[in-house]
């Protein structure tokens, strides 16, 4: 519960531009495809998915980089569902001055 509580006061807390992974587990035919749609609409902040199955059961990742309010939205949203089980978030990085691309064009 304490990690729980810490991912998600991190993500409140949270601004500008961040970094992180959203790992949620759900019941595949009762919500996938309100999941896509919901995933589609996040693609600009959403960079990618891993997704793996056990039997009607799936987990997924998703990770993002990009503003904290725009990531905090689809975390609520995919808390919404009531087919998923557990949502866990994980703050990879904060950082100052620089955009979520720079962090991926090099040195």
Known sequence: MQEY???HACLEEAQGDIVAAVIFD?????VI???HTI??????????TSH???GEWCLETVFCTGEAARIRQLVYQIRDFDAVGRVKLMLLQRF???S???LFAGP
């Open 5 to 7: 509580i810490e991912g």
């Open 26 to 30: 759900y019941e595949h035919h009762d």
């Open 96 to 98: 100052r001055n620089r």
């Open 39 to 48: 995933q589609h609409a996040y693609q600009d902040v959403i960079n990618t």
């Open 33 to 35: 495809e309100e999941l």
């Open 100 to 102: 979520a691309t720079d």
């Open 52 to 54: 793996v199955h056990q």
